[in-house]
């Protein structure tokens, strides 16, 4: 193909109407709703992409609000020791001490002998071996409890609000 005047006008005009056609589809695109939709889309895929490498934390911070329920629960007072020792319970739980051991039990708060952390917490009686006592904790706090006969057996109850 020579390069005459005439060659250059129509490859100019081709170039612009070409232009125009590319506009035109453009504009169409930007009025059109499912393309406008699609971009966001991806930036939802794109946050969820984002999300997945903070998910343990997330998981983390569900652990650190899941609401402790107000439970009845045993703890079985053996020869030597609570079972369970340690309990984390919301205000208003019931612990219901059962004495499976050979003897006398008597649990209640420290300070031995006085009680008078808790001393509601204190049944002010021996509760004899196949017998059980309630207490329903209505404090928040970290109770720390011990067997008034057998002052080393000791344990923890930790009441939330
Ligand atoms: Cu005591």
């Given at each position: 193909m020579k390069t005459t005047p005439k060659t250059i006008f129509v490859?100019?005009?081709?170039?612009?109407?070409?232009?125009?056609?590319?506009?035109?589809?453009?504009?169409?695109?930007?009025?059109d709703d499912t393309q406008q939709a699609a971009p966001e889309e991806q930036n939802n895929q794109q946050s969820l992409q984002d999300q997945e490498p903070v998910s343990p934390e997330a998981t983390d911070q569900d652990i650190d609000t899941i609401e402790i329920p107000i439970v009845t629960t045993t703890v079985v007072?053996?020869?030597?020791?609570y079972e369970p020792a340690y309990l984390i319970m919301k205000?208003?739980?019931t612990i219901i001490w059962k004495n499976e051991s050979s003897s006398d039990k008597w649990p209640a708060s420290d300070v031995h002998p006085?009680?008078?952390?808790?001393?509601e917490f204190d049944p002010k009686r021996p509760i004899p071996p196949g017998e059980s006592w309630s207490f329903t904790?209505?404090?928040?706090g970290?109770?720390?409890?011990?067997?008034?006969?057998?002052?080393?057996?000791?344990?923890?109850?930790?009441?939330?609000?």
């Open positions: 490859l100019g005009a081709l170039l612009i109407i070409g232009i125009v056609i590319v506009g035109v589809l453009l504009a169409t695109q930007d009025t007072m053996r020869d030597d020791y205000k208003g739980s006085s009680h008078t952390i808790y001393p904790f209505d404090k928040a970290e109770w720390d409890f011990h067997d008034h006969i057998k002052p080393s057996i000791t344990g923890n109850v930790t009441i939330t609000e």
